[in-house]
């Protein structure tokens, strides 16, 4: 009546593609794309899978449309940091979108950063409880990025820049991480599932940075 089937085995004991909930994880970037909100607002988006297979993808806003950085800026430079590039440069390439209507992904042709791809990183993710951008009135939980890290060594992009070598701050940074709710909720505010839906519209190094300048460029990938 039923013959083994290793690979729905083995799907029982998955927990989905995405990652969906707060802590520490090691991986890579799939690819980053560079983007520009209706706003004027620019940042990056950051397509990342943890070594188990999951993934994540994180819209970093860095900069206003006048010039004024945001917090995502500054977790940019930590990430160049982490993994010793002094610059990035938006070239073409292919990127995955959702289509909302048919619930299937495609290809398209963006701004992807090939310094990126590929590359192994560290990451630190927050559960946060947010007013739903689909359903006024009731909230959604999502993971947002909250840290980087250097995957091989687990420093972190100040012990980087000092020129430490003993890893200490990011584990004190694990140990105050916590999920994040909602301080004031919204009227009649209910609880959703998490929201993997699209965003709301909304530099360089001194000389003595002890790495050099990386001249090779990493081939770029799709999820």
Request: charged share 25%; with cysteine; aromatic share 8%.
């Given at each position: 009546?039923?013959?083994?089937?290793?690979?729905?085995?083995?799907?029982?004991?998955?927990?989905?593609?995405?990652?969906?909930?707060?802590?520490?994880?090691?991986?890579?970037?799939?690819?980053?794309?560079?983007?520009?909100?209706?706003?004027?607002?620019?940042?990056?988006?950051?397509?990342?899978?943890?070594?188990?297979?999951?993934?994540?993808?994180?819209?970093?806003?860095?900069?206003?449309?006048?010039?004024?950085?945001?917090?995502?800026?500054?977790?940019?430079?930590?990430?160049?940091?982490?993994?010793?590039?002094?610059?990035?440069?938006?070239?073409?390439?292919?990127?995955?979108?959702?289509?909302?209507?048919?619930?299937?992904?495609?290809?398209?042709?963006?701004?992807?950063?090939?310094?990126?791809?590929?590359?192994?990183?560290?990451?630190?993710?927050?559960?946060?409880?947010?007013?739903?951008?689909?359903?006024?009135?009731?909230?959604?939980?999502?993971?947002?990025?909250?840290?980087?890290?250097?995957?091989g060594?687990?420093l972190?992009?100040?012990?980087?820049?000092?020129?430490?070598?003993?890893?200490?701050?990011?584990?004190?940074?694990?140990?105050?991480?916590?999920?994040?709710?909602?301080k004031?909720?919204?009227?009649?505010?209910?609880?959703?599932?998490?929201?993997?839906?699209?965003?709301?519209?909304?530099?360089?190094?001194?000389?003595?940075?002890?790495?050099?300048?990386?001249?090779?460029?990493?081939?770029?990938?799709?999820?």
């Amino acid at each position: 009546m039923y013959q083994l089937d290793k690979q729905a085995a083995m799907n029982a004991d998955s927990t989905g593609k995405w990652l969906n909930e707060t802590g520490k994880y090691i991986g890579k970037i799939l690819y980053a794309e560079d983007i520009e909100a209706q706003t004027g607002t620019r940042g990056i988006v950051l397509n990342l899978q943890a070594n188990d297979g999951r993934e994540t993808r994180q819209y970093v806003y860095t900069t206003k449309k006048d010039g004024e950085k945001l917090s995502g800026y500054d977790l940019l430079m930590a990430l160049m940091t982490c993994l010793k590039l002094r610059g990035i440069k938006p070239v073409q390439g292919p990127v995955k979108r959702w289509n909302k209507d048919t619930k299937q992904e495609y290809t398209e042709q963006g701004n992807v950063f090939p310094e990126l791809a590929n590359k192994p990183i560290g990451f630190l993710l927050q559960k946060t409880e947010e007013e739903s951008r689909k359903n006024q009135g009731q909230t959604a939980w999502a993971a947002k990025l909250v840290g980087v890290f250097e995957a091989g060594t687990e420093l972190v992009a100040a012990e980087i820049l000092s020129g430490k070598t003993k890893p200490e701050a990011l584990a004190l940074r694990v140990a105050q991480l916590a999920d994040r709710p909602m301080k004031k909720r919204p009227a009649a505010a209910s609880h959703q599932d998490y929201d993997y839906g699209d965003p709301p519209a909304g530099g360089g190094f001194d000389d003595d940075v002890p790495f050099r300048q990386a001249y090779a460029r990493a081939a770029w990938s799709i999820i």
